[in-house]
């Protein structure tokens, strides 16, 4: 089963999360051959961590409770709050199968907070741009709950345009970036 982790920095928390660097990689290299995606998030100067995504398929609801919040950085408080869900890989591969690469462009995190009837369950055309793609599902998967998307695009309001607006209660775009060992 796939899963959608967001953890959400906890305002300065900078300094222990770069302590707890090291640790936190060690941690994801244990789910080295499950991650789909990682990546952190980042304010609008473009260095300061927000928050740290990775999508991951693991065995059911208890193992991807356990994955995020035996995490060190969430042991530690770097994390203000952790959204995770059930998430579909409509595109079937991971980041390190995008064809545009690890750099080159800017990056994004476009979360759509879903309400009522689904949306956006179809690849979009131009996937080209699509890192990874799918709905947010609750635990049973039965449930359409938003969706959750990385790709590269030229700014925000484009980024933002990956999502139907008018069909959920928000839309969130981050900066993010390719995650884990250089």
């Not at 796939?2 to 936190?24: A, I, K, N, Q």
């Not at 980042?42 to 994955?67: M, Y």
């Not at 956006?120 to 359409?144: F, K, N, Q, T």
């Amino acid at each position: 089963m796939e899963y959608f982790c967001y953890h959400r920095d906890r305002p300065g928390s900078v300094t222990l999360r770069e302590e707890l660097l090291e640790e936190h990689w060690s941690y994801m290299d244990r789910y080295a051959k499950e991650l789909i995606a990682r990546g952190p998030t980042f304010a609008g100067d473009g260095e300061t961590p927000t928050g740290s995504v990775h999508l991951v398929d693991l065995p059911g609801p208890a193992a991807a409770r356990a994955f995020a919040f035996d995490e060190p950085n969430y042991q530690a408080g770097v994390y203000r709050d952790v959204l995770l869900r059930r998430w579909r890989n409509l595109l079937g591969r991971t980041m390190w199968d995008f064809p545009g690469g690890r750099t080159g462009g800017h990056r994004y995190l476009v979360l759509g907070l879903g309400a009522g009837q689904p949306a956006d369950l179809a690849v979009p055309a131009d996937r080209d741009e699509l890192i990874a793609y799918g709905p947010l599902l609750s635990d049973d998967g039965a449930a359409w709950l938003g969706t959750a998307a990385l790709l590269r695009a030229p700014d925000p309001a484009t980024a933002r345009g990956v999502l139907t607006p008018d069909r959920y209660a928000d839309i969130e775009v981050h900066d993010w970036e390719f995650g884990g060992r250089r």
